[in-house]
């Protein structure tokens, strides 16, 4: 076989490929609308999110979110001077500092989350619960495959 021609599973995969990474600029577009009117884009809102899930430091924040520590660094002390977060110490780490939403941190991340909830309602109502559940478990079944194949990380 001629290396540089792909089987037809490899064209399969490079059409999901670059379908996915179309969906991604679509979701962060949609993101940043969503987020917009609090003042706040998708990636800022995604750093507040992973707050308010658990105190986490910026490296941890950044590899739970496939994002670049420094890039996440960046967005928390924008955050942090809006006053939105705030930095704790850590007892795991005397210089990673955790990151902790404010109570004003709180109520952007509210406001956000009530007009994703509408637009995800009526999307999901419109594509299908099952297809949905379906196509998560193909994109999960890729990531483990990557992660047992020890590809690096996203940045």
Same mark, same amino acid.
């Given at each position: ?17 670059? @379908? ?7 979701? #962060? @577009?949609?993101?940043?609308?969503? !987020?917009?009117? @609090? ?10 999110? !992973? ?9 941890? #924040? ?12 960046? *967005? ?33 991340? !509210?406001?956000? #989350? ?21 196509? #998560?478990?193909?994109?999960?079944? *890729? ?7 020890? !590809?690096?990380?996203?940045?």
């Amino acid at each position: 076989m001629n290396p540089s021609s792909r089987t037809p599973p490899g064209d399969a995969f490079a059409e999901f490929a670059i @379908s996915v990474l179309r969906l991604a600029g679509h979701l #962060t @577009s949609e993101g940043d609308r969503l !987020a917009q009117p @609090s003042g706040q884009s998708s990636a800022r809102w995604q750093v507040l999110a !992973a707050a308010r899930h658990a105190a986490m430091s910026v490296a941890d #924040t950044a590899r739970a979110l496939g994002l670049a520590r420094q890039g996440v660094q960046r *967005i928390a002390d924008i955050l942090k001077a809006e006053g939105l977060i705030e930095y704790r110490d850590n007892p795991a780490h005397q210089r990673a500092k955790l990151i902790v939403l404010t109570s004003r941190g709180e109520t952007v991340l !509210a406001e956000i #989350t009530a007009r994703q909830t509408v637009w995800a309602n009526e999307l999901g109502s419109e594509v299908g619960e099952e297809k949905l559940r379906r196509a #998560t478990v193909l994109v999960g079944e *890729i990531i483990a495959l990557f992660r047992e194949r020890g !590809a690096a990380a996203p940045p």
